[in-house]
C-alpha cells in the first residue's frame, strides 16, 4: 500500500527566501510522484510530476522536486519566495501498478511574509 | 473551458437529509474521483469510477453512494446526511494510461456543512 507523509503542516517564510516542503513516501516499487497546489477556495492543481527519468524536476512558477529514491523522497523547492505562493501544498503519489488510486499527503501551508 | 464543474457549490442539510452532488467534465476523461478534505487529513478517496457504468470504493466509502450512468458525469450521494460529512467535497477526472500518467484535473469544490 501506498502512504505519503509531509512533514509539516505550516511553514513560513520571508519573501525572497528559500522553500522547501517536505515529502516522503513508501512504496512497494518505485511511484509516481506528483506536488499540487490549492489556492484558496480553489480546487487544486498540478506543480509538477515524476514518473520517469530525470529525477529533478521542474514545475510551474519556479518551483522544483527532486526524486531521491534511497531517501524516498520529492521535496519541493523554490530558490526565492514570492507573495504569491502562498498556498496549501499537497504530496501525492499513485503506484505504476495500480492507475486507479492517487494518495495525498496531509497538506502543508505556506505562509509567506513580507 | 470549463474543465471539471460542480455543483452546488455551498449546501446547508439537516441531518438525515439526503442530497446529491453532481460533477461533470467536459475533457472525454475516463476516469473520475470523489474526495473529501478535512483540516489536517488532505484529501480522501471516497468513490472512483475507470469508466461508465462502474465504480468502486475509495478510502471512505460508508455513508455515499455514486453513480457514472454517462462517461461525463459522475454523482455522489448521501442518502441520510451526519454531521460527520461536513466537508468540502472535490470532483476530478484523468486520463490515465501509462502514456499519459497522471494528471487530476480537479472542481473547485463543495462545501457542505451538515446541521
Known amino acids: 500500500a501506498q502512504s505519503v507523509t509531509q512533514l509539516g503542516s505550516h511553514v513560513s517564510v520571508s519573501e525572497g527566501a528559500l522553500v522547501l516542503l517536505r515529502c516522503n513516501y513508501s512504496?512497494?516499487?518505485?511511484?509516481?510522484l506528483f506536488w499540487y497546489v490549492q489556492y484558496p477556495n480553489q480546487g487544486l492543481q498540478l506543480l509538477l510530476k515524476y514518473t520517469t527519468g530525470a529525477t529533478l524536476v521542474k514545475g510551474i512558477n519556479g518551483f522544483e522536486a527532486e526524486f531521491k529514491k534511497s531517501e524516498t523522497s520529492f521535496h519541493l523547492t523554490k530558490p526565492s519566495a514570492h507573495m504569491s505562493d502562498a498556498a496549501e501544498y499537497f504530496c501525492?503519489?499513485?503506484?505504476?501498478?495500480?492507475?486507479?488510486?492517487?494518495?495525498f499527503g496531509s497538506g502543508t501551508k505556506l505562509n509567506v511574509k513580507p | 473551458n470549463a474543465g471539471v464543474t460542480q455543483t452546488p457549490k455551498f449546501r446547508v442539510l439537516k441531518t438525515g437529509q439526503s442530497m446529491t452532488l453532481l460533477c461533470a467534465q467536459d475533457m472525454n476523461h475516463e476516469y473520475m474521483y470523489w474526495y473529501r478534505q478535512d483540516p489536517g487529513m488532505g484529501l480522501r478517496l471516497i468513490h472512483y469510477?475507470?469508466?461508465?457504468?462502474?465504480?468502486a470504493k475509495g478510502e471512505v466509502p460508508d455513508g455515499y453512494n455514486v453513480s457514472r450512468l454517462k462517461k461525463q458525469n459522475f454523482l455522489l450521494g448521501l442518502e441520510s446526511a451526519a454531521p460527520s460529512q461536513t466537508s468540502v467535497y472535490f470532483c476530478a477526472s484523468s486520463l490515465l494510461t501509462r502514456a499519459n500518467t497522471g494528471e487530476l484535473f480537479f472542481g473547485e469544490g463543495s462545501r457542505l456543512t451538515v446541521l
Open positions: 501525492a503519489v499513485i503506484s505504476p501498478e495500480n492507475f486507479n488510486k492517487f494518495y
Open positions: 469510477s475507470v469508466g461508465e457504468g462502474t465504480t
Open positions: 512504496s512497494s516499487v518505485p511511484p509516481y
